[in-house]
């Protein structure tokens, strides 16, 4: 079976000193990283026809615009990053099998004319689109999901922000008792992140309710988590239970963890390092060798304009 290289599965968080395994992230964070070198890759699929395995849903395509191939939907879904669970993305999918994303209600306030409490059949009644993107991981690692969702603009269209109203921020639910990785206080729960107004309004941006034809499992963020496709992937944040228009650039979870690695911008860019790794190449799970990584994550006709005259060495 092939192995993830470990400068591949470098944990994201960042760089805890020994002081700091004691003081706070404590015995779960350093087996993670100890374990972290030897870990299993999730199992590659050999040929296209058996992709996913037998009971993996099928999406209409089998490649996104560029011709690369969907990532097997049990890659998709056994390979996570979602700290409330597990540093270890194997671990995710097990510890979060029984989470509860049923019911389940979206605050949505701050600067709007319309603050609305929304129920998820509520959402679920904006027309439901499939989106074929790739999610582009900070830590140099990607895949192509075959995402079920609706675009953010319709939401925010509907409560009608303020002409106050700069950013949009996003929190993901808390609940130490379903979630064991909001027990560790080395981290600032809940987690948060934001968008300038106009990159949520961006006809790219979606708020994702499902994957390959099916409601989003647990582990990738049931029921309801933002994609941002040219934005590395910890933008994307999942099981969000408010959101918040607001005037301030919010702070993420990621910014306050450690500021000098993450920006609030976070686009895909070759050329600006993560400080403690390259990202000019990438590697697709389940594919050998590496490709190198798009500006934008290959979106850029798209967005680009978004960010034209800034300096994206100092707005990472
Ligand atoms: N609430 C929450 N959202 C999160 C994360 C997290 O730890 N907590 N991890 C982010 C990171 S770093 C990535 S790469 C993506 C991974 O999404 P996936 O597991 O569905 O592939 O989720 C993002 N959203
Ligand atoms: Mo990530």
Request: glycine share 6%.
């Amino acid at each position: 079976m092939e192995k993830i290289p470990a400068s591949e599965i470098t944990p994201e968080h960042l760089y805890l000193t020994r002081r700091q395994f004691m003081l706070g992230a404590g015995a779960l964070a350093l087996g993670t990283v100890l374990s972290a070198c030897g870990v299993q890759a999730p199992a590659p699929t050999a040929t296209p026809s058996n992709a996913g395995g037998v009971d993996a849903p099928q999406a209409s395509k089998s490649s996104d615009e560029l011709g690369d191939k969907l990532t097997p939907f049990d890659t998709v879904t056994h390979y996570n990053n979602f700290y409330e669970f597990s540093l270890d993305k194997e671990d995710v999918a097990p510890l979060a099998k029984d989470f509860k994303s049923s019911p389940w209600t979206i605050k949505v306030g701050g600067l709007v004319n319309k603050p609305q409490t929304f129920g998820m059949e509520d959402l679920l009644k904006f027309a439901q689109e499939e989106r074929i993107y790739r999610l582009r991981c900070v830590e140099a690692w990607s895949m192509v999901i075959p995402w079920l969702g609706f675009p953010l603009s319709k939401l925010l269209a509907a409560v009608e922000p303020t002409s106050q109203a700069k950013y949009v921020r996003f929190e993901t639910l808390l609940d130490s008792k379903q979630m064991p990785g909001q027990r560790d206080a080395y981290f600032k729960w809940p987690y948060a992140e934001g968008l300038r107004l106009d990159e949520a309004m961006h006809d790219l941006t979606i708020l994702a309710t499902g994957l390959y034809g099916k409601p989003l499992p647990p582990q990738d963020g049931a029921p309801l988590r933002l994609v941002v496709p040219w934005k590395y992937g910890f933008k994307s944040v999942k099981s969000i239970v408010k959101i918040d228009l607001v005037a301030e650039m919010p702070v993420s979870f990621w910014m306050t963890s450690a500021p000098s690695e993450y920006g609030f911008y976070a686009n895909v860019n070759p050329e600006v390092s993560h400080p403690r790794w390259s990202q000019a190449s990438e590697r697709r799970i389940g594919e050998l060798g590496r490709r190198k990584t798009l500006v934008y994550n290959g979106y850029a006709e798209q967005v680009a304009a978004l960010y034209q005259g800034m300096d994206l060495r100092k707005y990472f």
